[in-house]
Nanobody, 126 residues
C-alpha cells in the first residue's frame, strides 16, 4: 500500500502561483510513477502531469509552460509548481501513483494509476 497526502491548495487570483505537495508513505519503493490529476465540478478527472522513476516527465498541453513537476526522492514527495494560474485551473487536485511501467505509454489515463490521495482544492479567481 502507498498512502498519499496532498497539501498546498488554496485561493489565488488569476496570474498568481501556488505550489502543491504530495507526500508518499508506505511501500513507496514499489512506485514507478507519481503525478497529478485534477477534477472540476461536473467534469471528468483530467491529467495534469506525471514523473517516472526513469526521469521522464509529461505534462498536459493546457499546463505546459506554466506548471513544473519536481520530485524529492529522499522525502518521497513530488511538488507541482503552478504559475500564471487561470480560472480554468480551478479544481480539486489529486496525487496519483502507478506501481509498474506503462504498457501503452498511456500516462494520461486515470485508470492506469493504483493509488490516489484525497485531493486539495485549488481555486483561481478572475
Amino acid at each position: 500500500q502507498v498512502h498519499l497526502v496532498e497539501s498546498g491548495g488554496g485561493l489565488v487570483q488569476a496570474g498568481g502561483s501556488l505550489r502543491l505537495s504530495c507526500a508518499a508513505s508506505g511501500r513507496t519503493f514499489s512506485a514507478y510513477a507519481m503525478g497529478w490529476f485534477r477534477q472540476a465540478p461536473g467534469q471528468e478527472r483530467e491529467f495534469v502531469a506525471v514523473t517516472t522513476w526513469t526521469d521522464l516527465t509529461y505534462y498536459a498541453g493546457s499546463v505546459k509552460g506554466r506548471f513544473t513537476l519536481t520530485r524529492d526522492n529522499v522525502k518521497d514527495t513530488v511538488y507541482l509548481q503552478m504559475n500564471s494560474l487561470k480560472p480554468e485551473d480551478t479544481a480539486v487536485y489529486h496525487c496519483a501513483v502507478r506501481r509498474t511501467p506503462y504498457t501503452s505509454n498511456d500516462y494520461s489515463n486515470s485508470l492506469n494509476y493504483d493509488y490516489w490521495g484525497q485531493g486539495t482544492q485549488v481555486t483561481v479567481s478572475s
